[in-house]
């Protein structure tokens, strides 16, 4: 059965305190490994796809990177504009579902 | 680009009624869109995956006689939830896909409330 854990469940860093996100996963021939940003009350948002080991993706603060067994989003300098869930989702070739985490509460302090 | 509208955002309504929620793909065409139930500090639980012009597939546990499903047109999806109940207050999130196998981009979400 695919399944993705998400670790840890919530993190607080201080404004400018860099730190990583992990997702780890087990599917059946992955078909991409995809990142999300949801704010309180909204949907989520797109940020990443991964599709093989060794991929890195960036944008802004973020960065996503793969490997067989998990991915991480590292965040660098982050500010209180970056505290969100993120989410991890991984479709595998069982089906056409992306099967999803259950997300990290990040909260960046002034 | 890939901006997906939900529409209402926000719905009260009493027991018993029928609230109709559309999802719309902006400005791509949606092969497939699903439809996404999510509880307060969880993740999203997939309730169906809809394709264009053919029956919702709905996932296990799922009423499909409850949760009808129409996938009109390549940009409009609806869900309506039937005879509605307050256990049914949640929030509701639609998704589109343009492409097989590519990414998927979500609504804003509806937030129902059955009183």
């Known amino acids: 059965e695919d399944q993705v854990t998400q670790s840890p469940e919530a993190l607080r860093l201080q404004e400018g305190e860099s730190s990583s996100l992990n997702c780890s996963y087990t599917?059946?021939?992955?078909?991409?490994l995809f990142w999300y940003r949801q704010d309180p009350g909204k949907g989520p948002e797109f940020l990443f796809t991964?599709?093989?080991a060794g991929e890195e993706k960036e944008k802004e603060r973020l960065k996503a990177t793969l490997t067989k067994k998990e991915s991480f989003l590292h965040i660098t300098a982050p500010k209180p504009e970056d505290s969100a869930t993120y989410l991890c989702?991984?479709?595998?070739?069982?089906?056409?579902?992306?099967?999803f985490g259950k997300g990290t509460r990040l909260h960046i302090l002034p | 680009g890939a901006v997906v509208s939900q529409h209402p955002s926000r719905v009260i309504c009493k027991s018993g009624t029928s609230v109709k929620i559309e999802c719309r793909s902006l400005?791509?065409?949606?092969?497939?869109m699903f439809w996404y139930r999510q509880f307060p500090k969880q993740s999203l639980m997939l309730m169906a995956t809809?394709?264009?012009?053919?029956?919702?597939?709905?996932e296990q546990g799922v009423e499909k006689d409850k949760f009808l499903i129409n996938h009109a047109s390549l940009t409009l999806s609806t869900l309506t939830v039937t005879s509605a109940h307050p256990e049914d207050s949640s929030f509701y999130i639609c998704?589109?896909?343009?492409?097989?196998?590519?990414?998927?981009?979500f609504g804003p979400g509806t937030r129902l409330t059955v009183t």
């Open positions: 998704s589109a896909r343009p492409d097989m196998g590519g990414e998927q981009y």
């Open positions: 599917v059946s021939g992955l078909r991409g």
């Open positions: 991964l599709y093989s």
């Open positions: 989702a991984v479709r595998g070739n069982r089906d056409d579902k992306i099967i």
């Open positions: 400005d791509f065409q949606a092969t497939t």
């Open positions: 809809s394709n264009e012009g053919s029956k919702a597939t709905y």
